[in-house]
């Protein structure tokens, strides 16, 4: 009997929680702070503590993070900034907002920025890199960092799918000049509509950062500078409240799940993602790698789970890139992952029953390959 699996449900995570989120917005119903307000200043307190940053600031969206933070840091009209061309497309867009030009650098089996890649892709206009932490697993920092420091870089965090994600003990958001976050619906600690974030530990910078956010004005009625508004809504900031309180637990079952997925898809002809020794990845996604995608992703669709693909078009094959001028080929990593990887389920509400049906049903596709192809589409492939 097939069982159905959505890809994720919203809605069974707001289900525990509706009470204290509606007596929130009661609260805010009756006070009239809509508009930054203390709510706001609570969750900057707190998101600052998880990372361990002396600063954080909420904005608008993930999207506005990116922007705000490199149009702070100078960088426009000119310049270059390298990232990941396997990110959702926010990560280079909001270079190409600020003026800048997009520069792209190859990726590793796990994703993350390939550091001898991005010092390939390092010019005289190279002003930052943007290391994407993707899929919640932390890209490799200190690499990346030491690259930053020998060619007087700035190193932003893209840190958009890895809220509580730790690299040697040190949560992603705090190594870089600054951490820029999405609090997007999907994430894994979400808002109930958009909403982003900034931590840094430089002072200066979270002070521009502060007005910037806010149409440029040091108080309500003096314009220091023409900016944005871009400000997190207190409506939001209460509901992050509520929430941030589950973020650690959520975390650990999304960890749970996917070691479940590790220890019991061993030995198929995946890729399947791992924990380095000194990483703590948070599993925003869990992305298994397959020649056989396309198949597994319908097979297992038939039997009532819903799979992704993050993501299907690499940003430097995306029509609003053709002005960069790469060619297909630039980059082998990640366009070789685009036609091989698939995103299974991976939420904390994900039933022990459903995970066990959804593993069941990949095994069950090898088997029924293994009858038709005298079983070499059993052979393991490993981790990445």
């Avoid at 361990?52 to 702070?72: E, P, Q, R, S």
């Avoid at 919640?136 to 020998?150: N, T, V, Y």
């Avoid at 078009?313 to 091989?340: C, D, M």
């Amino acid at each position: 009997m097939n069982m159905t699996v959505p890809y994720i449900n919203l809605g069974l995570q707001h289900r525990d929680l509706k009470k204290d989120i509606l007596g929130s917005i009661e609260k805010l119903l009756d006070n009239g702070q809509f508009i930054l307000g203390e709510e706001t200043k609570r969750f900057e307190k707190s998101l600052a503590d998880l990372c361990g940053t002396k600063y954080a600031l909420g904005v608008a969206n993930g999207t506005d993070a990116l922007f705000l933070t490199m149009l702070a840091l100078g960088i426009g009209k000119g310049d270059e900034v390298i990232t990941a061309p396997n990110s959702f497309l926010a990560s280079a867009s909001s270079i190409a907002l600020i003026g800048a030009t997009p520069a792209f650098a190859d990726v590793n089996e796990d994703f993350n920025l390939d550091p001898g890649s991005v010092e390939k892709a390092i010019s005289k206009k190279t002003k930052a890199i943007i290391a994407v932490h993707l899929t919640g697993r932390p890209a490799p920092m200190d690499e990346l960092m030491a690259i930053a420091r020998k060619h007087n870089l700035q190193l932003i965090e893209d840190a958009a799918q890895a809220i509580g994600a730790q690299y040697k003990g040190r949560p992603v958001g705090s190594m870089g000049i600054a951490g820029c976050f999405s609090l997007h619906p999907l994430k894994n600690l979400s808002a109930c509509g958009d909403a982003g974030a900034i931590t840094t530990n430089d002072e200066k910078l979270f002070h521009h950062l502060e007005i910037a956010r806010n149409h440029g004005l040091k108080n309500r009625d003096q314009c220091q500078f023409w900016s944005y508004n871009s400000r997190l809504d207190n409506l939001q900031a209460a509901i992050l409240n509520v929430k941030m309180a589950q973020l650690s637990s959520w975390n650990t079952r999304r960890r749970s799940i996917a070691e479940r997925y590790t220890t019991e898809l061993k030995g198929l002809n995946l890729v399947l993602p791992a924990d380095k020794s000194y990483e703590k990845s948070v599993y925003h996604t869990y992305i298994i790698q397959t020649p056989f995608r396309d198949e597994l992703q319908k097979f297992l669709l038939i039997k009532g789970i819903d799979t992704k693909v993050h993501y299907p078009i690499a940003i430097h094959n995306q029509e609003a890139s053709a002005y960069l001028g790469y060619k297909p080929g630039a980059f082998p990593v990640t366009e070789k992952q685009t036609r091989t990887i698939l995103s299974l389920p991976v939420y904390p509400e994900l039933t022990d029953e459903q995970l066990t049906y959804v593993i069941a049903q990949i095994k069950e596709f090898y088997t029924q390959r293994a009858e038709t192809s005298g079983g070499s589409s059993l052979m393991g492939k490993g981790v990445s």
